[in-house]
């Protein structure tokens, strides 16, 4: 995760340090991104920043950190639900789990905007990274005693203690190869910025593979009008 971080960091100082020089040939862009995702599971948000170069008259070079809000919570579900039938049938204990999968993510990859005339702006693009899943977990208590001899309010979470007394482990976070494919349209709105919607097919190799697809809103400084960090 770190490893990510620090190459998206690094990439974006480098776009914002070369920006004054790339501004006058219209090279640069930066745009926020909102939307959703829906993998075989569950639906969830999604939010991603991207920068990107324009290497050719319509062919930009693009990087991307974001995050899934919940990519795959059945990666932790089979282990909550074992957990809590165990307290329960060996313990008298009736706890209520849940889990999620968020993601962070980093990708790099190429954008083409399909020559057209007028202001709509066509594109399609193409890139692969890595996702870092970390899964969560967390049970509230609905009755009986911990195994430390407690008795918290019923609602209580209680996740720590069954950690502590070795009733649950929360599965270890891993970092999986990612893909990334998609389109959509670009439409100026002044000046300085652009909005934009499109679809978006991701894959992330994890130990369960998990295919995401959506929708995304944009809105940021376009890839025509200059644009500065400062």
């Not at 990087?63 to 008298?92: K, W």
């Amino acid at each position: 995760m770190k490893a990510i971080q620090t190459s998206a960091i690094a990439a974006a100082i480098a776009l914002c340090l070369a920006s004054p020089l790339l501004a006058q040939t219209d090279r640069v862009y930066i745009t926020g991104v909102s939307g959703f995702a829906r993998s075989t599971d569950t639906t969830s948000g999604e939010a991603m920043a991207e920068v990107g170069v324009r290497i050719a008259p319509h062919l930009l070079v693009f990087g991307d950190v974001g995050r899934f809000e919940n990519l795959q919570p059945s990666d932790v579900q089979p282990s909550i639900a074992a957990t809590t039938s165990q307290l329960s049938s060996s313990q008298g204990l009736a706890v209520i789990g849940t889990g999620s999968v968020p993601a962070w993510y980093s990708v790099g990859g190429l954008r083409f905007e399909v020559p057209l005339q007028g202001r709509v702006q066509p594109y399609v693009f193409g890139g692969a990274g890595f996702a870092r899943l970390m899964p969560t977990a967390q049970f509230t208590l609905s009755s009986g005693t911990l195994p430390d001899g407690t008795s918290p309010a019923a609602g209580s979470n209680v996740t720590d203690q069954l950690e502590t007394a070795g009733d649950f482990a929360t599965p270890v976070a891993q970092t999986a190869f990612m893909y990334s494919l998609g389109g959509g349209i670009e439409v100026p709105v002044a000046r300085h910025w652009a909005v934009d919607a499109g679809y978006r097919y991701s894959r992330v190799n994890a130990g369960m593979p998990a295919n995401v697809q959506g929708a995304t809103f944009e809105s940021g400084t376009g890839s025509r009008p200059p644009f500065s960090c400062t």
